[in-house]
């Protein structure tokens, strides 16, 4: 990981596994925010106002298409 990250302010009610649903579609990604933010407690919900760092991480590179998937016109 490069160590940027955004950040995010959270609002009343926000738990942990909704905000790592919003950034990484991956509810397993608690984890990491947890990691990144040592100064809140893990506990079900956030507390309104607390600025979180939500680590960037980077995308899986895509795969090559399959040659025989694709149209007769696009194959080499």
């Keep these: 990981m490069s160590g940027q990250h955004l950040e995010h302010i959270t609002r009343a009610g ?3 596994d909704s905000i790592a649903w919003h950034y990484y579609r991956d509810v397993r990604q608690i984890a ?11 506990s079900a919900l956030l507390p309104s106002g607390q600025v979180l760092r939500v680590p960037l991480i980077e995308a899986a590179p895509a795969a090559a298409p399959n ?4 149209p007769p016109w696009r194959r080499a």
């Design 14 to 16: 926000e738990r942990w």
């Design 32 to 42: 990491r925010l947890l990691d990144a933010n040592p100064h809140l407690a893990a």
């Design 67 to 70: 040659p025989a998937a694709l």
